[in-house]
């Protein structure tokens, strides 16, 4: 019984510490996606905020500072992306891939610049705080779960709060409305004297920005240093989470979770030797094919989403 | 006939300035972070050209960037976004790999066997996407993620498999038998370089089949119908779905053969996987730079490759080597935009 | 519809002075003016592409014009986008629905202009709004309902109501009828009596002159961009009308000689269908089409008619009864199949089915039979028997430019595109051409041309389905007419004794049991 609660309570850990880094990237991508344009440099913009995070925190000292500047870093490749797909209407998907080389080379490059070296130095103090430090004590096996549970870091609460905070910005508010009507008919939006590429540029900056923080996460609290395979596909994740969870918010944190405990499953599980650790690291990939195919299916795209909007005057 | 040329001397001239300004701005790059441009590009050039066997290596670089290129290059004719190449690409690999070990037999037979096993791996890999898709409606980019992922820890288990597990120490495979290899001879790479292949000839192959169905067959000309108009070309009778099947299961087995050439020429094992190899990323940019034609497709795989080759020089002088990531994003990046330019010229050209 | 509006002459709300449009070297609008007065329902009377359209864009903001003045309630306007048209009172339902298919009736029609509540939408208060307005000009729509889910009729008021909503006191309806029912029509014209008498101001964008007679006060006529003059609709006919807008004196009569029809070659019996909303659509149709004989169908768009079409070509599945093609079953079959024996169609959509527009000419000339053997051979393409035919086509149907067999499709005009539309059905000389909607959008000397081939596979001994939209066509071209209504054909009378009023009742659902 002991057991089975400690190995909960690890899954959870697990599942908490996994998830952030695609849910911040995912949020990003709902933005874009629901936007209209289609963002698959989601991946290249966590690898620089992932770089830019640990660099600034550990030049700073402060974590906070630096999780901050990931998201600008991350923003403003965005800001690029929408440069290329809004104001000059180029193909969407030609345009992140070239995100996807630019900014984890562009990483790299200013890493070695800075610190001669693809890695950069081990955050010490400058890590993301962990919110229930010293809360539980783990004498009993009811603490040592919450102990296990909440020896996380601050991202994997914030998490939560972001998503609600999205939530709130897609259906509460004007800019929110807008947003899906722009991914949904641009057109209609220009009759109605909505600004679609003023929309649309701030959707992809703040895909940007949320997809900065998701890199920090990974550099700032899963580990402690910016290093090449720091970012490897977890922003392919986020957008696949994000068709997963029909591009709409809620949708992709149940997706972002799935994901995030599958790779939890694999972290526990992989202790014992009885099954391959490979075969169980397959677990989030296959998992998700099964459950696309059972209970998903078809998704709706947004109307309008990879296409851009030619205004004619 | 004469118009199309001319289009495609436009792009061709597009590009090279996109790889001329590329280079510029991966220049600047280079002086804000305090290297010398001058230095680093005399040394990427130099190790590209300065020797036979620099060039012969450029070429061992480009040959599966080529195969993952055409790839994708003709997913892109029927207007699906092959983004799974990375998955058929291993697969293909994989397959070629366990043919290369357990089958006995002469080279003639033994090489054929290797492509015609991972090109079936990548064809099965690359159409149950598009099965998916055609029957339960599944977005394929979502599920070719999720397959490059699968494909990935498959071969990490592959490698870990006792049966196949290298005898020595290193985490991969045993080497695949020499009958498999398609090494030149021992006298040419003395010359050349020591992993000089054939590989570039089968490329060459490739490139003029893939040329001739998409420009010569009727099969070509269903799938860039079904590519640029899926509604028209159902109107008239063409079989949609069969032919997203069809161009799916070409481009995965290209990809898949891809994996063949890297194994037997130049890896000669599959080791175990720390990321992601990215050939399929960079056969996307190979497709890109090559603006989907097959023969394009060519002199940016090769181009691709010389960079990824000489690129790993820099490293000799202390100079980052993802400045080549930098110098390709941007060329990217410009054929990304580059129909601004066009409309620009073809505006300037009604004027004058 | 009666109009017993008074139109107040001494307030003049909107006056458009020489506004000049062009694109490129196209002139779209050639020193046009316009005067709408308050409370008044101007008709804007052209063809297609007349720059009807262009002229209302300008006036909303959408295009800038190249020159000319537009004064709002007297005072000169810099009207530069839509919003500023907004300000300016002006509102526009587009020909086109701009509606937002998931959002509901009240997220569309407050879009833009969202009531808020601190950094929050107040949707209470919009649904309220929204309730408020649409009782206030009696236009009862559902305000949580979503737009995917209602009639095109309540979209159009959907759309209506957004105008209002934004205060407008000019609006302009850009071809409001297009796709109405005539209830829905006599509907939509008692709603813009009470918007004038309201004293709001209606500008009508149409080429139907019956309801120009019907609801306007006075009409502009516009023709090739032209400014051609502004009438009092009860001062001219409706055949004055007609003449200014072509140029000429119009007969809507198509020559055509006595043909007596031969075997059957169409036929459909007890057909039930479904649409993409998985709704029962047709409910039982059946017809036949015999060789020389042209079968209109006549009816709103919307009664079944695409999927009629859709099902007789193979690209929709049909529930139950039977198709068959001189005697030979098609029921569900494959699109090649069905184009094998012996069907071919001109689609209502010719950039979204007729064309690749990435194609050249050539490669769409044999779109259908590149496999036959005449142009492959063993799966490689006779590159130069393609070229040789489709020279031969363009010229013996006046394709241009004359060269374009190289040239991708999507670079030629409408009209062109639609003659090698047509070049390549007639060619494959099929026994059942169907034509739906064949000349939409196309200029008076493209819908002859059309007419002339349609008529010429007829007195060739071929049958046509012809399905249109447009009752004149229907009526000038057809042998036989079946009304189609709810998924039914509810009428059937010979072409040349077929009035208009009949087919408008038999159309409208109305009774035409004896």
């Given at each position: 019984m002991d057991s089975i609660i400690n190995s909960l309570g690890t899954l959870i850990y697990a599942t908490l510490i996994y998830t952030p880094p695609l849910l911040f990237a995912a949020m990003g991508s709902c933005f874009s996606e629901n936007s209209g344009v289609v963002n698959i440099g989601i991946e290249g913009m966590m690898t620089i905020g992932a770089f830019t995070g640990a660099a600034v925190a550990y030049l700073t000292g402060n974590a906070w500072v630096g999780f901050f500047c990931a998201g600008l870093s991350g923003a403003f490749f965005g800001l690029l992306h929408a440069f290329a797909t809004v104001s000059l209407n180029a193909d969407q998907t030609i345009a992140g891939t070239a995100i996807n080389f630019l900014a984890p080379g562009v990483a790299l490059l200013v890493s070695k610049a800075l610190f001669n070296s693809s890695d950069t130095p081990s955050l010490l103090d400058a890590k993301l705080p962990m919110l229930f430090n010293g809360v539980f004590d783990g004498t009993t096996v009811w603490s040592r779960f919450f102990k296990n549970i909440f020896n996380t870091y601050i991202t994997s609460f914030l998490m939560f709060a972001v998503v609600i905070l999205v939530w709130f910005v897609f259906y509460k508010t004007r800019f929110g409305l807008r947003l899906r009507a722009v991914g949904e008919h641009p057109r209609a939006c220009d009759t109605l004297g909505i600004n679609v590429q003023r929309t649309r540029y701030i959707a992809v900056i703040l895909s940007?920005?949320?997809?900065?923080?998701?890199?920090?996460?990974?550099?700032?609290?899963?580990?402690?240093?910016?290093?090449?395979?720091?970012?490897?596909?977890?922003?392919?994740?986020?957008?696949?989470?994000?068709?997963?969870?029909?591009?709409?918010?809620?949708?992709?944190?149940?997706?972002?979770?799935?994901?995030g405990f599958c790779t939890g499953l694999k972290v526990v599980m992989g202790s014992n030797n009885v099954v391959s650790a490979q075969l169980i690291s397959m677990i989030p990939y296959v998992v998700t094919v099964i459950v696309l195919i059972l209970f998903v299916g078809r998704s709706r795209t947004p109307s309008a989403n990879g296409k851009p909007y030619v205004k004619s005057r | 006939m004469s118009k199309n040329k001319s289009i495609f001397q436009s792009h061709v001239f597009l590009t090279l300035i996109a790889i001329v300004v590329a280079f510029l701005v991966g220049a600047l790059f280079l002086g804000i972070m305090g290297y010398n441009p001058i230095t680093v590009y005399t040394t990427l050039i130099s190790g590209i050209f300065s020797r036979p066997r620099y060039l012969a290596y450029s070429v061992v670089y480009a040959t599966p960037l080529i195969f993952v290129g055409l790839s994708v290059a003709f997913s892109f004719k029927t207007g699906v976004f092959n983004i799974g190449a990375e998955g058929q690409f291993v697969v293909g690999s994989m397959a070629a790999c366990i043919v290369g070990i357990f089958v006995d037999a002469p080279p003639i037979i033994h090489v054929p066997l290797c492509f015609l096993a991972a090109a079936v791996a990548g064809a099965v890999w690359g159409s149950i996407v598009s099965f998916m898709k055609i029957k339960w409606g599944i977005n394929e980019v979502l599920s070719m993620i999720m397959f490059n992922w699968i494909a990935f820890y498959l071969s990490n288990y592959l490698v870990e498999n006792p049966a196949i597990h290298s005898d020595g120490t290193a985490e991969a495979t045993k080497n695949v038998a020499d009958s498999a290899r398609i090494l030149l001879p021992e006298s040419l790479r003395a010359v050349l370089a020591p992993t000089s292949n054939y590989g570039i000839l089968i490329a060459i192959v490739f490139v003029v089949i893939v040329y001739i169905i998409i420009e010569k067959t009727t099969l070509g000309y269903e799938m860039k119908a079904v590519g640029y108009n899926k509604n028209a070309a159902e109107y008239a009778g063409i079989g949609v779905n069969k032919a997203i099947l069809t161009a799916m299961a070409i481009s995965g087995a290209l990809a898949g053969m891809g994996g063949a050439v890297q194994l037997l020429g130049m890896g000669q094992?599959?080791?175990?996987?720390?990321?992601?190899?990215?050939?399929?990323?960079?056969?996307?940019?190979?497709?890109?730079?090559?603006?989907?034609?097959?023969?394009?497709?060519?002199?940016?795989?090769?181009?691709?490759?010389?960079?990824?080759?000489?690129?790993s020089k820099l490293n000799l002088i202390q100079a980052p080597s993802e400045i080549v990531d930098v110098i390709t994003g941007t060329i990217v990046f410009f054929i990304a935009i580059s129909h601004v330019f066009k409309v620009v010229r073809r505006k300037k050209k009604e004027v004058s | 519809m009666g109009k017993e509006r008074s139109v107040d002459l001494d307030t003049k709300v909107i006056e458009m002075k020489n506004i000049v449009k062009k694109f490129g070297d196209f002139v779209a609008n050639d020193h046009i003016n316009l005067t709408v007065h308050k409370g008044e329902i101007h008709a804007i009377l052209g063809e297609n592409g007349a720059g009807k359209s262009t002229l209302m864009n300008v006036l909303y903001g959408l295009y800038r014009p190249t020159s000319g003045e537009i004064y709002v309630n007297g005072k000169l306007e810099n009207i530069d986008s839509p919003s500023k048209a907004i300000q300016c009172g002006i509102g526009m339902v587009h020909q086109h629905f701009m509606l937002v298919q998931p959002f509901t009736v009240t997220e569309n029609i407050v879009l833009g202009m969202e009531p808020v509540k601190g950094i929050t939408l107040d949707m209470a208060k919009a649904r309220q709004d929204v309730v408020e307005i649409s009782e206030r000009y009696g236009m009862a729509v559902d305000p949580d309902a979503r737009i995917e889910d209602i009639s095109v009729g309540m979209q159009q008021r959907v759309e209506i109501l957004k105008v209002l909503y934004r205060g407008a006191q000019t609006l302009i309806l850009d071809e409001p009828t297009a796709s109405l029912t005539p209830q829905e029509i006599t509907e939509l014209i008692h709603i813009m009596n009470r918007l004038t008498s309201d004293g709001k101001s209606i500008i009508l964008i149409t080429h139907k002159l019956k309801e120009i007679k019907a609801a306007a006060d006075y009409c502009t006529i516009i023709r090739l961009g032209k400014y051609i003059d502004t009438v009092n609709v009860s001062d001219v006919t409706e055949q004055e009308l007609a003449s200014m807008m072509v140029g000429r004196n119009v007969t809507f009569t198509v020559e055509k000689e006595e043909k007596e029809p031969g075997e059957v070659v169409l036929e459909v019996k007890d057909l039930h269908g479904r649409d993409y909303r998985k709704v029962e659509i047709l409910k039982g149709l059946s017809l036949s089409v015999r060789r020389g004989e042209i079968l209109g169908i006549a009816g709103i768009d919307g009664n079944g008619q695409t999927e009629l079409v859709e099902i007789i070509t193979g690209l929709r599945k049909a529930e139950s009864g039977s198709v068959t093609v001189n005697g030979e079953n098609i029921f569900n079959a494959k699109p090649r199949k069905i184009f094998e024996k012996g069907v071919s169609s001109i689609p209502a959509d010719r950039q979204k089915h007729g064309l690749v527009l990435d194609f050249t000419v050539a490669e769409n000339m044999v779109l259908q039979n590149y496999r036959s053997p005449e142009f492959q051979h063993h799966g490689f393409l006779k590159k130069d028997a393609i070229r040789k035919y489709t020279e031969g086509a363009i010229k013996k149907y006046d394709i241009r430019p004359a060269d374009s067999a190289e040239r991708p499709a999507g670079t030629l005009s409408g009209g062109n595109q639609q003659k090698v539309i047509i070049a390549r059905e007639?060619?494959?000389?099929?026994?059942?051409?169907?034509?739906?909607?064949?000349?939409?959008?196309?200029?008076v000397g493209a819908i002859e041309y059309v007419h002339r081939y349609i008529v010429e596979q007829r007195n060739k001994g071929k049958a046509v389905l012809l399905v249109s939209f447009e009752l004149d066509e229907i009526m000038s071209l057809s042998d036989r007419i079946d009304v189609i209504y709810d998924g039914r054909i509810v009428g059937s009378m010979e072409g040349k004794e077929a009035d208009e009023n009949t087919l408008g009742l038999m159309m409208a659902g109305g009774t035409h049991h004896e």
């Open positions: 940007g920005f949320l997809s900065g923080l998701g890199g920090a996460c990974v550099t700032m609290a899963i580990m402690n240093q910016f290093r090449p395979i720091s970012i490897v596909g977890q922003g392919f994740i986020a957008i696949a989470a994000v068709i997963f969870g029909k591009f709409r918010p809620q949708g992709a944190l149940v997706a972002c979770l799935l994901f | 094992r599959i080791s175990l996987f720390a990321g992601q190899e990215g050939f399929g990323f960079e056969g996307i940019s190979v497709a890109l730079i090559g603006a989907s034609n097959p023969i394009g497709v060519f002199f940016s795989g090769m181009f691709y490759g010389a960079l990824k080759y000489g690129g | 007639v060619n494959n000389d099929k026994d059942l051409l169907i034509a739906v909607n064949p000349t939409r959008g196309l200029d």
